[in-house]
């Protein structure tokens, strides 16, 4: 087992009818800003709930966060934290939301350009607005972690960051809220967990053996439940064990200890940046390849992934390899997130130009084992036409 | 999967070497309390690597914290706290030290008898000093969670509180200090995080599948490294597993969004009040018979836990109950730890007492039905003659 330092103090209160804790949760006398997106809390019930539970609180809206939350809707966001004087936020629906006020928490308070946050990928953070959030799509774990991810669209670029000032203070989980959510983001949802949870596994042995195990059960789970969220979507108990599976994928836990990979993201980063394609179908697209084009370096895990995941114990290895890999590829497009680049529309002629911001990007020794060179980032996409 | 509230602020500093970090882990300035047992810490070197990162911090000492921490000993460290104007603790040792220095945070800070923080269960907590924890024996989660037993000598009375103002700042995990623990320990510790994770998976089904899944990963790498830590003691990766599975078995993760039992463990502190067992002795003891008592309540999760844990898929269903019930108490034995209240000196005649003190600590419905009324938890006695 590596060393670490595993620290996270979000509170998160899980369950039908948390939404009503808000009262409690959020500090009396705050000034609030609800951060949302693009409205379908309005449809579903959540905000008329939230606004419920925080009558009594002064609460100002700002809405109108994409998929993929860009700067510069976030700096909009940032002036009205700043001219209405908010000392409190909380952000109501899934990632991007709640990736989006992180931004808003840390910048609103830095003297400098906020966009600097992403260039220093978080180093320059000293201090962040206090925020909550209320979930509404569980896939990046963002409502139990100090990351983020913000793309600024006039540049095309896509940057993460992370510090210690932007963990949520609390999450609300209320799994009965995803029951109305559209079949892609369902999908993408857990394909994103799925890959979460394999960026952090997928690596060599270290002998973590309570990491390898709790990575499994995640991995089974979605495995078990994410199908049926499509088949019987008003399942409780399937949207409850996704949801708590999502946040669990990458909330620290499973990574603290091990080698970690995400090249797979970083690639899948540029894709969306360059091509627009959902977070998810990035990673749909790349991670098989990844993992046949480094099937060498990560020989024991795929093994003991084909075993103890999709149970796989006969014929010789790299027939078993072959057969998990697989094995996943076809659980993503059970969930409806197709695996190829041309499924997407894209052609061989499109991956000179994803090398391109790679390497602008500095993104030339990526994975656990910095190996991950632009030629190898060339041929995993290649793989992936 | 039932509601729940998970919150756990407690940041773990993980591997060798980690002791050095308490020097920007304490606060600058602060007036320290060295809260520690019976001296060990001064024969394996935790003591002085403690004492060479604290160089430049005001460090007081409180020894002598025995097994089972006293309130009449808690006491007297309380008296040194609030002469000496201490304003910060580090308990330094096993789950004794640390429940030891959770009650002294807490008591330090009440303006009523301490003891009424047992009487309460921690309901009266207001504040308590902040502290960490250096941990030296992995067994009971302590340095992880928000609880603590401590037991007052004169009347026989073994109580725990629970508060959320007492989870440890930090604590750090060094699994190298782990290597010269007396066999004695090393079996008790790892059938007390066994018995943790049993209380909170062994139950009904509530379809929480990551939470059986992650109990269940506990249980096999106690299964795989326990034996190993007896027959190799200085293998660092056998000692880190089991430091961090025990740790894991009892910071509130696996219990968030189930049902939980707790029966074995309040039958075993009337047993250790009375009769002076080790803590995990008496779960030892108890525990099979608890399960073979009431079988037919926790039938579904007993036969989960003979296939998911011990591999049992043949035969009738009590005969793989049985099996795995067995397996597991040749597994406590495998760890030194005995199994019956006669490999104690005790008999018959010594059950009468511990029924008297179980119906004055009003002990009566017990466990996740409360259906453990005093004739179950007679019959569990006799069974464990």
Redesign the interface.
């Known amino acids: 087992?590596?060393?670490?330092?595993?620290?996270?103090?979000?509170?998160?209160?899980?369950?039908?009818?948390?939404i009503a804790s808000l009262a409690k949760q959020v500090p009396a006398g705050a000034r609030v800003l609800l951060v949302y997106g693009g409205g379908s809390i309005k449809h579903n019930g959540v905000f008329d709930e939230v606004m419920a539970a925080l009558a009594g609180h002064t609460v100002a809206e700002f809405s109108g966060i994409e998929p993929n939350p860009s700067y510069e809707t976030l700096m909009r966001a940032i002036a009205q934290v700043r001219q209405e004087k908010i000392d409190f936020l909380l952000a109501v629906g899934g990632g991007s939301v709640i990736d989006g006020t992180k931004f808003i928490a840390a910048g609103a308070l830095l003297d400098e350009d906020p966009w600097t946050i992403l260039e220093k990928h978080g180093a320059n953070i000293v201090a962040a607005l206090p925020f909550g959030a209320v979930l509404t799509l569980p896939a990046t774990g963002s409502e139990m972690n100090s990351a983020s991810v913000v793309t600024r669209r006039a540049t095309h670029e896509k940057f993460a960051f992370m510090s210690r000032k932007v963990y949520p203070q609390f999450a609300i989980l209320d799994?009965s809220k995803t029951y109305s959510l559209p079949v892609r983001q369902v999908g993408n949802g857990v394909v994103d967990a799925f890959a979460h949870v394999m960026e952090q596994y997928m690596t060599y042995p270290?002998?973590?053996?309570?990491q390898d195990?709790?990575a499994?059960?995640?991995l089974?789970?979605l495995i078990?439940?994410g199908p049926k969220a499509l088949s019987d979507p008003d399942d409780y108990?399937v949207r409850?064990?996704i949801m708590?599976?999502a946040t669990?994928a990458l909330n620290g836990?499973i990574g603290?200890?091990v080698p970690q990979d995400w090249a797979t993201h970083m690639i899948g980063h540029e894709l969306t940046a360059l091509y627009n394609l959902d977070h998810a179908q990035t990673l749909a697209v790349v991670m098989p390849s990844m993992l046949r084009v480094r099937k060498e370096g990560k020989r024991a895990k795929l093994l003991q992934f084909a075993e103890r995941v999709w149970n796989l114990k006969g014929g010789d290895e790299d027939t078993r390899i072959e057969a998990a890999i697989t094995r996943m590829e076809e659980f993503f497009e059970q969930m409806g997130v197709k695996t190829r680049l041309g499924d997407y529309g894209l052609k061989a002629a499109d991956i000179d130009a994803v090398l391109v911001v790679l390497e602008k990007h500095r993104m030339l020794k990526m994975g656990e084992n910095r190996d991950v060179t632009l030629a190898v980032s060339r041929k995993v996409l290649e793989m992936s036409l």
């Open positions: 087992m590596l060393n670490f330092d595993f620290y996270n103090p979000t509170q998160i209160l899980f369950g039908q009818g948390q799994p270290v002998n973590a053996k309570v195990r709790f499994e059960g995640l089974l789970t078990e439940e108990d409850a064990n708590w599976t669990l836990l603290a200890g």
